[in-house]
């Protein structure tokens, strides 16, 4: 163990680098003073830790609430070690015997990390020196993503308006006719391998009921789930046009 | 359709596009007048012929690209006036390697092994399209999976997945550096493939691939969820 000055003069020779979280914090006082990881001492990391984490704390800097959740993780493994060891005759205590596996396994998961990161970085400067045309525009690639998120919107006001339409013709809906989604995912599908596209008020004819319409918009959005099919607008406020999509059998089936 | 008119269309076809050209694409746009192997052919010769020229082919994100040299990059830079120096964050790298390691991966997933919160990087990483939406876990809650884009491809400057070292390379390189001895080897498995039994949402092949080979060498599985 050490005495309390080595390890102020240890805490202050840190020039307070960056740590991304308690992980990153003991990674470096273990590297800094050659500590095997399979044998951590601790005792002196644990006041070296906290030594830190009150550095932090003078200096006036946040201290998150993972560094102090890691000081407290650190003083029960370190409170564990000192008390006595169960029987050795009974040795058919899991492998959790040292309380300080749980602590090491996570430091070397880190610590790959730690090293794909550089290798990362080592790309970004690589690739940084090259330069390729850049997109002129958000190209329509790109947009997928966003259409997922965006065009919900856009559908559901599109449905909505959908339903204002047809106004007040569900009162007469008393025979309650069994329309599935299954059906209406037939049909869309069905409509959609006649045209290579279609627009979203199309799905709809004009004599359609509420049900009708409610089942064909859960459908819709069923098929776009499971990537059978692709929405887009073409502008803000324009037609929603849905087409099949092409290269996905829909992986995510349930 | 002669070869070489082939050749021709394909380089002027990356001349236009701005992004990588996938084979698919080419031969899509070709009506099927070559396939892959002939493909794969013609742009090896490619490349080849334009190692003699100022720019080059470069092999991307699953696709092929017109680029330039790493040398004249200073050039380049003064001419089209951007300054690449933003480079990600640490922690944004950090976020970003470990799902490339490991998706489909949840937030929290990600919080465990950083053991810190990583939802504004996330956040900011899904911004710049790094990273996509892989599906919904299926577990209590419904927490999204991430996964790398094809974005993260380009930036990087890999041609797909597998042109990232495995964990077990970064693994033995930190090995051969701790000669420590073994202790009983226990904190040295590779931790927690909780998700091994997760299905794949949208596997890319690489990924898959990439994904046995984390797996495989897991043992045991600790319960500690």
């Known amino acids: ?254 | 359709m002669e070869l070489t008119t082939t050749k021709a269309i394909i380089e002027n076809i990356l001349l236009v596009s701005d992004r990588p050209v996938t084979p698919d694409k080419i031969i899509e746009t070709l009506e099927g007048a070559i396939d892959a192997d002939t493909f794969k052919n013609i742009m090896d010769e490619l490349m080849h012929e334009y190692k003699q020229r100022g720019i080059q082919i470069i092999e991307i994100a699953m696709g092929y690209q017109l680029a330039t040299r790493p040398k004249y990059a200073d050039w380049i830079g003064r001419f089209i006036n951007i300054d690449r120096k933003t480079k990600l964050s640490k922690a944004a790298l950090e976020v970003l390697s470990i799902i490339a390691y490991r998706q489909p991966i949840t937030r929290i997933e990600i919080d465990t092994i950083r053991g810190v919160d990583s939802g504004g990087v996330v956040k900011s990483l899904i911004d710049k399209k790094l990273i996509r939406g892989m599906g919904r876990k299926k577990v209590i809650g419904k927490p999204m999976m991430f996964g790398t884009s094809r974005r993260f491809l380009e930036y990087f400057g890999l041609r797909n997945l597998a042109d990232l070292p495995t964990i077990e390379e970064f693994r033995e390189k930190e090995e051969n550096i701790n000669t420590s001895e073994e202790n009983d080897g226990e904190p040295r498995r590779k931790s927690g493939q909780l998700f091994a039994e997760q299905q794949q949402v949208e596997p890319d092949d690489e990924m898959e691939d990439e994904e046995e080979l984390l797996t495989t060498e897991e043992t045991t599985t600790e319960e500690d969820i």
Request: net charge negative; aromatic share 8%.
């Open chain 1, 1 to 254: 163990m050490e005495s309390l000055e080595t390890i102020e003069e240890k805490s202050y020779q840190i020039k307070l680098p960056t740590f991304e979280g308690p992980l990153d914090l003991l990674l470096h006082l273990i590297r800094d003073q050659e500590i095997d990881i399979y044998d951590i001492p601790i005792s002196q990391i644990t006041e070296q830790y906290i030594a830190y984490i009150e550095l932090m704390r003078d200096l006036n800097l946040d201290v998150a609430g993972e560094f102090l959740v890691m000081a407290a993780t650190l003083t029960h493994i370190k409170s564990r070690l000192l008390l006595p060891k169960p029987d050795p005759v009974n040795p058919d205590e899991e492998e959790g015997d040292d309380p300080r596996n749980e602590l090491v396994r996570k430091l070397l998961e880190y610590k790959i990390y730690k090293e794909t990161t550089s290798f990362l970085r080592d790309r970004e400067e690589f690739r940084g020196n090259i330069y390729v045309r850049e997109p002129a525009k958000e190209s329509a690639a790109d947009g997928e993503n966003m259409l997922n998120e965006t065009t919900l919107f856009d559908l559901l006001s599109a449905f909505n308006k959908l339903l204002n339409s047809i106004g007040g013709t569900s009162s007469k809906e008393i025979n309650l006719d069994e329309i599935s989604v299954t059906e209406k995912i037939n049909y869309i599908m069905d409509a959609l391998s006649r045209h290579v596209q279609m627009r979203f008020e199309d799905l709809f004819p004009a004599s359609v009921t509420y049900m009708e319409i409610v089942a064909t918009f859960m459908a819709l959005l069923e098929l776009i789930r499971i990537k059978l099919v692709k929405i887009k607008q073409a502008q803000l406020f324009g037609s929603i046009i849905i087409y099949r999509n092409e290269n996905k059998n829909g992986t995510d089936n349930n």
